[in-house]
């Protein structure tokens, strides 16, 4: 007797075909479609068409009250109907992004156990070593190209949320594919969980992670090799993006395999990439990137890759590397970071002052005279009024970046900043606030996202099939972010590209970057007389097939 016949994807017919969030159109479904699929009678009799299910969808989140009620609804929308999904992010990604992305992820992680619905992604348990090529190879796509994974350990600035951080490569690759047009079939969101620390979570019957400790040390180092090789192995052609690492696991991956894979961390390349393009864009304000001085609040892996991007950018303009490392000065738990402190990581050093230890922020901002303070600690309002007031003193136009993600989580709002420096700051966080108005005068505060970073970076990648990624390629998207930048813009205090341009934005980001991959040697495509174009000819766009 003969096998039945596998039934492909373009053949599925009647439920199947409506549970198929790629090949489901819903209500759009045409009536010779529904003829031929077996649909009748299985869907209401309205046909609509894909502009007016944007509209239906847009009606039904405006009214919902609350951020997360509108997240779990994008997130049935996704799997539901995927190319549905992709057009309400784009028609409005200023809208949409900080409900499938920050802040509201945050939430989203935080409740993971309690508001899960339908398994999206791939989870690797450390239980499962041995067998971590077998797990990925359940995943139905062959020719993955852009893998985000975390191990749930420092999600945004919450902290240890094991398991339940599978929400953050599954937002960030939404944004991939709605703000650069990355094909969302190329994409997987991956977990590895090694458990948790969280005693919360392990309490909580609803927890869908491994209940124990985290592994540590060998073990963990060797389970991370085993996942790197079966990625390799499965799809030679795939990016990996580290997402929410702690700083003793994330330095050491991307150090581990920089220079062998195709792969960067997001948490220290990427915010140094965002972070300096609105260095960039702010020169046109104040004064040029030779003559800045920056002070870090938070010495982790973050600090340290947005001071080396920024000290690669200053040696670009003909300062001495050294010279730019101690212009840019780095302030932890302990105070600042000097080169009498014995407790300092590898990765920390090269920005260690030699001067007297100092124990408190402002202190420190007395003594160094910094143009710009950037926040990247995770803890909120450590930048106190006095110590925008000591930077409003020092400098006309005082540099003030409070990073820290999610919004509870920024060194201090978007109003303290203005306030307290009297509407002189030039202001970016990491997480949205409000428009501010002081004295009759109106702020809109800029958002320093890594959405400008990531999901140009992976259509980049993507088009070019790079064979690695290289600080170069950050330093080139960073300048092509503040190139977008208008004199208006600038007018306005913006120092980023507008988010409801994101996708033009990205684009040429892309091609900038794609270019920078091609003379560095690293694409495995042949080099195209039209860069834009091999861009362009990549992008998805969300249309229901014919």
């Not at 005068?441 to 690695?468: L, S």
Request: overall charge negative; some cysteine; glycine content about 8%.
């Amino acid at each position: 007797m003969n096998a039945p016949t596998k039934m492909t994807a373009k053949q599925l017919a009647g439920y199947d075909r409506l549970h198929n969030a790629r090949l489901n159109k819903g209500t759009a479904f045409t009536e010779a479609e529904r003829g031929a699929f077996g649909l009748e009678g299985l869907l209401p009799p309205a046909v609509l068409s894909l502009e007016l299910q944007v509209a239906r969808r847009h009606d039904e989140i405006v009214r919902l009250e609350n951020d997360l009620l509108k997240y779990l609804v994008l997130s049935d929308l996704q799997a539901r109907n995927e190319t549905l999904y992709y057009s309400v992010l784009m028609s409005d990604p200023a809208t949409y992004m900080p409900i499938v992305y920050t802040p509201t992820v945050g939430e989203a992680c935080q409740k993971f156990g309690h508001i899960f619905r339908q398994p999206r992604g791939i989870y690797l348990p450390i239980s499962a070593r041995g067998r971590v090529k077998e797990l990925l190879s359940n995943w139905p796509e062959k020719d993955v190209r852009f893998i985000v994974v975390t191990d749930g350990e420092r999600i945004l600035g919450l902290g240890d949320l094991g398991a339940g951080g599978m929400g953050i490569p599954i937002g960030k690759l939404a944004l991939c594919t709605a703000c650069a047009g990355v094909p969302p079939q190329s994409c997987l969101p991956v977990v590895i969980d090694v458990g948790t620390n969280n005693q919360a979570l392990i309490d909580d019957p609803l927890y869908l992670g491994l209940r124990q400790g985290r592994i540590r040390g060998d073990e963990y180092a060797a389970f991370i090799d085993e996942f790197v090789a079966a990625v390799q192995q499965l799809y030679p052609k795939c990016c990996l993006q580290w997402e929410d690492f702690a700083n003793i696991n994330a330095v050491p991956i991307l150090e581990r395999y920089r220079d062998e894979v195709c792969t960067f961390n997001d948490d220290i390349q990427g915010t140094a990439g965002v972070a300096l393009a609105g260095i960039l864009a702010s020169l046109r304000i104040t004064k040029k990137i030779t003559d800045q001085r920056f002070l870090f609040l938070g010495a982790g892996s973050a600090g340290t890759g947005i001071a080396e991007l920024i000290s690669q950018a200053m040696a670009r303009a003909g300062m001495d590397i050294h010279e730019a490392r101690h212009r840019n000065a780095l302030f932890d738990v302990k105070g600042l970071l000097v080169t009498s402190r014995d407790d300092l990581a590898d990765f920390q050093r090269p920005f260690a002052q030699d001067r007297q230890p100092i124990s408190t922020f402002v202190e420190a901002i007395k003594a160094l005279k910094p143009t710009g303070i950037i926040g990247v600690s995770g803890i909120p309002k450590l930048f106190t009024r006095e110590a925008v007031e000591a930077m409003a003193e020092l400098n006309q136009r005082p540099i003030i970046f409070p990073y820290s993600n999610p919004t509870s989580r920024s060194e201090c709002s978007a109003e303290e900043a203005y306030r307290w420096s009297g509407g002189r700051a030039i202001f970016a966080s990491g997480s949205p606030f409000p428009p501010v108005e002081i004295g009759g005068r109106k702020f809109v505060p800029n958002q320093g996202n890594n959405v400008y970073i990531f999901p140009a970076m992976a259509m980049a990648i993507f088009a070019t099939e790079a064979e690695r990624v290289t600080d170069e390629m950050f330093l080139t998207a960073a300048q092509a972010i503040a190139e977008q930048v208008s004199e208006d813009n600038l007018a306005a205090e913006l120092i980023y590209p507008p988010r409801e341009r994101i996708f033009a934005t990205s684009l040429h980001v892309a091609e900038r970057v794609a270019a920078c991959i091609f003379d560095q040697g690293l694409a495995r495509v042949p080099r195209p007389a039209d860069v834009g174009a091999l861009i362009r000819s990549c992008v998805y766009r969300p249309v229901y097939p014919e």
